[in-house]
């Protein structure tokens, strides 16, 4: 059965850094890609970061760009988000995803097939 599973998510003061791990199983034999979204309590699940299988297509959130890094270690079958200088609004559990049909990168919800079940992320002020 295919799972997902998020870690690395805790407190962290603004302007630190955090990084979250995704490891998946059961996608061993299937290029995927993987994104990242997020959502904060009362708002819309937002995309946050995505990363093809290869590596070689990636997108950011406008919210994160410069911000965010998302990278991945196919041996590993794990997804990788790095964040730094983090702001307050950074707030909310975060999810990762993984697409098994679209080549490149998607920034909808919906074009993921998989979903984990998030790790928390509280920036403080």
């Known amino acids: 059965q295919v799972q997902l599973v998020e870690s690395g998510g805790g407190l962290v003061q603004a302007g630190g850094s955090l990084s979250l791990s995704c490891a998946a199983s059961?996608?061993?034999?299937?290029?995927?890609?993987m994104g990242w979204f997020r959502q904060a309590p009362g708002k819309e699940r937002e995309f946050v970061a995505g990363?093809?299988?290869?590596?070689?297509?990636?997108d950011l959130g406008d919210s994160v760009k410069g911000r965010f890094t998302i990278s991945r270690n196919n041996a590993k079958n794990t997804v990788y988000l790095h964040m730094n200088s983090l702001k307050p609004e950074d707030t909310a559990v975060y999810y990762c995803?993984?697409?098994?049909?679209?080549?490149?990168?998607?920034?909808?919800?919906?074009?993921?097939?998989?979903w984990g079940q998030g790790t928390q992320v509280t920036v403080s002020s």
């Open positions: 995803a993984a697409d098994l049909r679209n080549r490149g990168v998607a920034t909808m919800s919906r074009a993921y097939d998989y």
């Open positions: 059961g996608l061993t034999f299937t290029p995927y890609t």
């Open positions: 990363i093809s299988w290869s590596g070689g297509d990636t």
